[in-house]
């Protein structure tokens, strides 16, 4: 049932952003009186479809295979191979016939409309929610065994990634690999010291999930049980349990389990002096007490600064999302491994309906889909806007036969990529 409704939202994610996408090009077309015969999500292969009707001189529709959309615009050399309209006379409301300006619009009309869109769903998210991070500043972490065997410790705080002083601690993992960060510069108690990193080491870090946790010191926000509320106090910090080191939340838990049932002595930081208390653990591991949460820091908007926050949002996303195909180019990152298919997508989905993460979601499919499109493989929009630049640039236009080819080679290089990231995703779940 979970996986059914992993499923139904990212149908429901893609499809939106297909009509979004696909509205572009649409839209732009009918602004310079360019005929549009098909406009449809997923694909009427064998002229198959699950629904469709006609509107003026366009047929809108559903297709019977769920992979993607495309918009028929005529006269153009698309997706569908159709070379029988092109042996025809051009005619006045075809594609080919209008000014390369005009085609050039066209053409970046989709990616234009899934900026706009991510940049609507930013927005809404800011002007409802607002927004909300975990400030880097004065924030430790606590690394896991990979970032362990690379030099990090827990408590350690990072200052900077070569120049970059980061910002938001959540980032740190994904700003290290963007930035192919060679010098992370830490404080580590009251020493500033460096650590060099191996960007060979780029793939292990790409898959090894948190890397740097959130250092929660164990110090005591209140407390629940009866048996330890005459000897703690809040502000107190517990640095060990029976001798065994616990200055850290993330330390604390296989201690406190080990000596279940049992009252252990543990010492305590309370006010600068070093106190021995004995502390009751019950039969779960536990000792009753709330820790001090992370400070983090909250901005609501209003409708102004909503929109203002949805395009920096989204203008720092694309920034992201441009590093990340910048590593994926490079074969020696192993960064390729990562990419992935519809399979991927949805198990970034949440369990339950919750509108803040689905509108976070495809805010972030939004761009991918955009930025992907701007790739300039022919097959994509990316390929078609970079033969019509060479067309302006040179006052040459390409021939048909020519575009024709291109359009080959470039499906059968997404074929290539769809491949790849099927085979990625098959080979998460075996292992």
Known sequence: MLILFKILQVILALSLLIIVHEAGHFLFAKLFHIRVEKFYLFFDVGGKALLKFKKGETEFGIGWLPFGGYCKISGMVDESMDMESLKKEPKAWEFRTHPAWQRLLVMAGGVLFNFIFAIFAYSLISGIWGSAYLPNKDAQIYPNELARDMGFKAGDHIISLDDYQPQDFSNLQADLIRRQTQKVTLLRGADTLNLY??????????????????????????????????????????????????????DAAPVLEKYAGREVNALVERQGELISLPLQIDSAGRIGIYIQAPEVERRKYNVVESIGEGFRRTGGTIKGYLQDLKLVSKPSTGAYKSVGSFISIGQIFPDKWDWYQFLSIIALLSIMLGVMNLIPIPGLDGGHILFTLYEMISGRKPSEKFLMVAQLIGMALLLMLLVLAFGNDISRLIH
């Open 197 to 250: 990193m191996d960007l060979s080491r780029t793939s292990e870090i790409l898959n090894s999930p948190l890397m740097f946790d959130l250092a929660m010191p164990f110090i005591v926000d209140s407390v629940a049980s009866p048996q330890n509320a005459t000897q703690l106090r809040k502000h107190d910090r517990i640095l060990s349990v029976e001798g065994e080191d616990v200055a850290f939340f993330q």
